[in-house]
């Protein structure tokens, strides 16, 4: 069990950064896989880019790659999303997931953040 809170979303212009944290309060957070999704206006929920227990792996789609980071930090029970080069496209609400399996869909997601806004201006 695990609960999810996410935040430092925001209003930014294109090519600018903002950093997403996701705390979570359950005492077996390092045992967790973890990963963002975002969802936008109209659009399914999609996969932005997962984290292993121990951080040592990492996943990001295409979409991202290269200018998003996902990070986690054990000791603090926090996850981040580093985003930089932001484009307009990348608009959306964004959630913290986490499962005790890999996250590859929504599907795999057994616990989720209340979601934060991110807006991008053109």
């Known amino acids: 069990q695990v609960q999810l809170v996410d935040s430092g979303g925001g209003l930014v212009q294109a090519g600018g950064s903002l950093r997403l944290s996701c705390a979570a309060s359950?005492?077996?957070?390092?045992?967790?896989?973890m990963g963002w999704f975002r969802q936008a206006p109209g659009k399914e929920r999609e996969f932005v880019a997962t984290i292993n227990w121990s951080g040592s792996s990492t996943n990001y789609a295409d979409s991202v790659k290269g200018r998003f980071t996902i990070s986690r930090d054990n000791a603090k029970n926090t996850v981040y999303l580093q985003m930089n080069s932001l484009k307009f496209e990348d608009t959306a609400v964004y959630y913290c997931?986490?499962?005790?399996?890999?996250?590859?869909?929504?599907?795999?997601?057994?616990?989720w953040g209340q979601g934060t806004q991110v807006t991008v201006s053109s």
């Open positions: 997931a986490a499962s005790l399996n890999i996250i590859v869909v929504v599907n795999d997601v057994g616990y």
């Open positions: 359950g005492r077996t957070f390092r045992r967790y896989n």
